[in-house]
């Protein structure tokens, strides 16, 4: 754990969540395309885990209002990867209170994902703990994501993290949802997860966002304080202001089982085309609502509406909000 | 020094160098209406230093060839600030070997200038010692600024430092010139530096670029580690990817009498027009040299041709040219 910067962890894995969390940019209406292109680089690159979609209610969510990386359903998935006969682990995400779980979780057996990442915000804990135990009974790794842990009490994340503890879940997630969290807390958060983890061997990890242009920085913070997971995104394709840029994580990191080079080639065929039709990145409203720790849904309006440049009506209207 | 998020120290001072670093985006071709809005943004939000531009050799940069802030003529300076009236102090940078400092620099009484900042790489540390003296002898504050210094050898930079240490120079700035530093670096350079200079009560600073999108949490890092003089630039305003930006820096200082507001006017009646006219920010190329620790020409030249969107070809060309 010295000089992480020059040596590396064998153990520390990496886990694109292009699709998955691009997919709130868009309706999750990426073409095959696209999605292959990111599978084929994240094969290339020596990636650890692609997180492909979410498996969102199609009661909720209709499936004519939204791309099919919102469901991913199975026979969408094989689509793209056919049967994944790759060291690519294969991962969605299924939100608490927003997925039928119980029946779209299929058996493993029946189902070319190996991870189903258990995403929930505080409040939600009890239901996530269920969605823990079905997704492990049902075969696959499971991973806890407890949501916007920032605006969390620390006694209610203390209980919440207890719960989760006693769950088959491998992997705790240290999730700024709202890109509102500096270096210092991340690295407590980090301490913590470990402590309430250690005696059933959890593995830590970070998802960051880069509303204060820190998604990068929390990343190495958490790896440094010795996380073993960490997502990132390429192009830091994502929700409102984004994640952690793949491009710089890999540029980071120094097992020599990661490749540089095809990620830059899928940024400039893929990513950067796509930049000039959706919108992501750390612009000044989502600095904002992350100095202020705040959900970025009045940056994401505040930036599609013809109001955009006026940083000024923001911030105002949102100091007084406050 | 716990919880510095929470919390500020009332001797942490920011210096603004939008105009100064900005400057090497078009030639230090400022107009003055642009150069007089950052300046009365410093005064209103409570800044401490503005950096006005280069006292830079007339010899060697004509002044029909570059706009009044590669100069700073004492008459250009007063035509924006005037007696500078206001608790915001004035610099003015000034480079080893492309200054005529000897008769440029005016005696302080002449001069409505507060510091001169004296930028050096690291064989021309001898030249920057005369600079540092010959400043203190006018009346200055003076600032030692090391360029580059991750690409110097570790005994080279004590060496520089000790002769440092014995100047009249009042801060010892940590400048991260190629935007290659990770957080780490940050603290044993900060440590050190403190080291040299504490027997003659130096502050030390940062100055970083935001090749890998580190600038503003390395500036937080050199903080955390006691750094009490930080550079930042509206919009992260600078050559090549760009500086630490000032509207994310006042967003994590604690220090009431910062105001942010008048930052993001600034940002948007100044700042979003000159970006739609020259390019600055963490753009691939800019990530790819501060990976290799290597000075931004290449990734300047590679921006500005007709290739610009082929990373893999810029990454190509300089991996093998290492």
Known sequence: MTAPWITYRPELKVLDCTIRDGGLVNDH?????FVKAIYET?????????????????????KDKFGPWKHCDEEDIRRIVGEND??????????????????????????????IRV?????QTSEAVDMINDAAEKGYEVSANLMAVAAAQEKEVDQALESLAETPAGVLVVVDSWGSMYSEQVEILVKKYFEYGKDTGKEVGI???????????????????????????????????????????????RNPKFKIRPIYRVLQERLLPLSREVEWGPHVQYNITGQLNQHPRTAIAARAGDQRDNYVEFYDKLISDV
């Open 207 to 253: 998802h960051a966002h880069n509303n204060q242009q820190l998604a990068f920085a929390n990343t190495i913070e958490a790896i440094i304080h010795g996380a073993n997971r960490a997502d990132a995104s390429m192009l830091g394709l994502g929700r409102g202001a984004g994640n952690c840029p793949m491009e710089l994580l890999l540029g980071f990191l």
């Open 119 to 123: 995403a929930f915000y505080i409040h």
């Open 42 to 62: 994240c094969v290339k690159s020596g990636l650890d885990y692609m997180e492909i979609g979410y498996k969102a209610s199609k009661k909720q969510f209709p």
């Open 29 to 33: 209406k990426f073409d095959d395309g």
């Open 86 to 115: 790759t060291p690519l682990k294969l991962c969605v995400m299924a939100d608490a209170g927003k997925a039928d779980w119980q029946t779209d979780v299929l058996p493993k057996k029946d189902s070319v994902l190996d991870m």
